[in-house]
T-cell receptor, first 112, second 116 residues
Framework: DTEVTQTPKHLVMGMTNKKSLKCEQHMGHRAMYWYKQKAKKPPELMFV???????INESVPSRFSPECPNSSLLNLHLHALQPEDSALYLC???????????FGPGTRLTVT | DQQVKQNSPSLSVQEGRISILNCDYTNSMFDYFLWYKKYPAEGPTFLIS?????DKNEDGRFTVFLNKSAKHLSLHIVPSQPGDSAVYFC???????????????FGKGTHLIIQP
């Protein structure tokens, strides 16, 4: 099983809403990542979790709040987002941070 | 400051021929390089990788070459097939203070079109 799943596939939210994106993998991977991808741009790293601990936060605004409740799950909590935060949010995992990353299909987020 | 560069936004190749996708990087701290393939509305799919201590890695129709002195890598696909039409991203790891715990830095991608 080399699958990373993400829910929901699509999300539309207002600027005052609170929502969460979910990511799950059952490959025994101990590193998990959030990336943001805008149209016609490459994915950009947001957060890295290694052994359930946040190891990298790439200067992401506090309206994005990651959470890693266990080694299989990664959440991204969203609050008071701006329209420019609309993007494809990709989750990835790797065995450890030294191995290739496997990506989920992404959540297409639209902020109105 | 773009640390990973793919200078060809698109590439058109005839079916059966060789596709060569190029990637340049500027950060000499990168220690691991990867190629991903991406279809619209899907996440990137891992294709092949190479460690900085090697100069070639081969997997079926895909071969990645690394020239460290030139800070250049390339992905060769031979023979090219219609299903290879997609956006290909070059990615690199290890360029920051976190060492191996870094995420990936991606190039902007090259759209490969395989023509019948």
């Amino acid at each position: 099983d080399t699958e990373v799943t993400q829910t929901p596939k699509h999300l539309v939210m207002g600027m005052t809403n609170k929502k969460s994106l979910k990511c799950e993998q059952h490959m025994g991977h101990r590193a998990m990542y959030w990336y943001k991808q805008k149209a016609k741009k490459p994915p950009e790293l947001m957060f890295v979790y290694s052994y359930e601990k946040l190891s990298i936060n790439e200067s992401v605004p506090s309206r994005f709040s990651p959470e890693c409740p266990n080694s299989s799950l990664l959440n991204l909590h969203l609050h008071a987002l701006q329209p420019e935060d609309s993007a494809l949010y990709l989750c990835a995992s790797s065995l450890t941070s030294n191995y290739e990353q496997y990506f989920g299909p992404g959540t297409r987020l639209t902020v109105t | 400051d773009q640390q990973v560069k793919q200078n060809s936004p698109s590439l058109s190749v005839q079916e059966g021929r060789i596709s060569i996708l190029n990637c340049d990087y500027t950060n000499s701290m990168f220690d691991y390089f990867l190629w991903y393939k991406k279809y619209p509305a899907e996440g990137p799919t891992f294709l092949i990788s190479i460690s900085s201590i090697k100069d070639k890695n081969e997997d079926g129709r895909f071969t990645v070459f690394l020239n460290k002195s030139a800070k250049h890598l390339s992905l060769h696909i031979v023979p090219s097939q219609p299903g290879d039409s997609a956006v290909y991203f070059c990615a690199a790891r290890g360029g920051g203070p976190g060492g191996g715990a870094d995420g990936l830095t991606f190039g902007k991608g090259t759209h490969l079109i395989i023509q019948p």
